[in-house]
């Protein structure tokens, strides 16, 4: 079980950095300009497969940990 969380941890990490950056938006409302801040993006193709991969990701590892501590 350790080995298995091991893997879902080092792809976990691996899936957050190929997010495309999105603290753009989050720069330029501490810095004024936020024009662009609520703007709506939706993702698409393989940026919405990478956002689903990591929350199923996410999750794995939280279900894991938690049985691990019990």
């Known amino acids: 079980m350790q080995t298995l969380l091991l893997v879902v941890s080092i792809l976990l990490i691996a899936i957050v950095l190929l997010q495309a950056a999105k603290a753009e938006s989050a ?19 393989g940026e919405l497969f990478i956002t ?12 894991i940990c938690f049985i691990l501590g019990f």
Do not use: Q, Y
Request: aromatic share 12%.
């Open 27 to 45: 720069s330029n409302a501490l810095t004024g300009g936020n024009d662009s801040l609520f703007k709506n993006r939706k993702e698409r193709g």
């Open 52 to 63: 689903r991969l990591t929350f199923c990701l996410g999750a794995a590892f939280f279900v």
